[in-house]
């Protein structure tokens, strides 16, 4: 099982486990993590699990697909490291992920 930590808008940490193959969106849902909506259930097409990847972490989860840099232009207060977490999917690699939540997704 890989470890992230998602850490809310005020700061409370939330640490999880996820199974390998499953999207930060899921593994958030899965836990309870508050701040993560995904109304789309995963299909890149709403921006409501927009999230903060920290800046360690940016270059392991790899670049946005231009759909997924399409729907970012939708997110609230974009960040050069805002990504959507139904698009980063866990791997050993990721093990350790530090990701943020915004204050709001809509």
């Not at 989860?61 to 698009?87: A, F, H, W, Y």
Request: glycine content about 8%; charged content about 25%.
């Amino acid at each position: 099982m890989t470890k992230v930590t998602f850490i809310d808008h005020a700061g409370t940490e939330h640490q999880v486990e996820v199974e390998k193959g499953t999207s930060l969106m899921q593994a958030a849902m899965d836990n309870g993590v508050d701040g993560i909506v995904a109304e789309c259930g995963g299909a890149c097409s709403c921006a409501t699990c927009h999230c903060y990847v920290d800046e360690a972490w940016v270059a392991r989860t790899g670049e946005p697909s231009d759909i997924e840099k399409d729907m970012l232009d939708c997110v609230l207060d974009p960040q050069p490291n805002s990504r959507l977490s139904c698009q980063i999917i866990i791997d050993d690699s990721l093990d350790g992920l530090v990701v943020r939540l915004p204050e709001s997704q809509f």
